[in-house]
């Protein structure tokens, strides 16, 4: 489907991860969708029946019929997140947690919240429209607690 639109001359996010799969024979190493059945476009709402009408595509987020954009800083965050190169996997939409602001390394300046999983900080982008996230495993000395009024991408 990315191909698709991308092929219509509009611009296309495809954020994915890497899953290890085993079957009895072997294990195999996927790219998977962090987001499975949503792409993200950049397109004129007005002129959306391009993209429509594109095999595979079913509706487009919005509120009833009104098409409603992703929040530009949660996919700037997403695109930062996918050129970093840190491993990532997707994970439960979150609300709750300390919000923070990463200082150091790839995603210097990326907020989001931070979590200890299994010992290890993870930092969870959120997608708020689609109640999506995704977990990123990073070093949590890295981060800096945003003030409770604070709120970001």
Known sequence: MA?????????????????????????????????????????????????????????IVGVGKTPVPVDEKEIVALQAAARSGLAGEPRPFVRIGQRVRVEHGPLCGVEGTLLNVKGAQRLVLSVTLLQRSVALEIDGASVTPLSQGTRGG
């Open 3 to 59: 191909r698709q639109v991308s092929a219509k001359g509009y611009e296309v996010f495809l954020p994915v991860y890497k899953s290890r799969r085993r079957w009895s024979d072997r294990v195999k190493e996927l790219e998977l969708p962090l987001f499975p059945g949503y792409l993200f476009s950049r397109f004129d709402p007005t002129h959306r029946l391009p993209i429509l009408i594109t095999p595979c595509v079913i509706q």
